[in-house]
């Protein structure tokens, strides 16, 4: 459980300190609210979101791009509805 919690702290730095204040709103936000809550498995694609390209996790987000080759799509859609952006 331990390694759990700290996994979860590393990725909610991750996602408040991406580089762009954009991305440490949409990304940090959505972390704070989410992190806590997320079992192995949702970590682990969540950190595997976190790993790709801020311009391309931009545009997925914001825009609602396709994510069809990353495996990604149904997080994109969660923080897309988390902002509002769903449509």
Do not use: N
């Not at 919690?5 to 936000?29: N, P, V």
């Not at 992190?35 to 950190?47: C, I, N, Q, S, T």
């Amino acid at each position: 459980m331990a390694e759990l919690q700290e996994r979860r702290k590393r990725t909610l730095y991750r996602a408040c300190h991406r580089g762009t204040k954009e991305m440490d709103w949409l990304l940090g936000r959505f972390a704070q609210a989410e992190v806590a809550a997320m079992g192995p498995a949702e970590l682990d694609a969540f950190e595997a979101l976190l790993a790709l390209p801020d311009p391309q996790l931009e545009s997925w987000i914001v825009k609602g791009g396709s994510t069809a080759d990353h495996g990604v799509t149904a997080l994109i859609e969660r923080l897309r509805g988390f902002h509002g952006l769903s449509g």
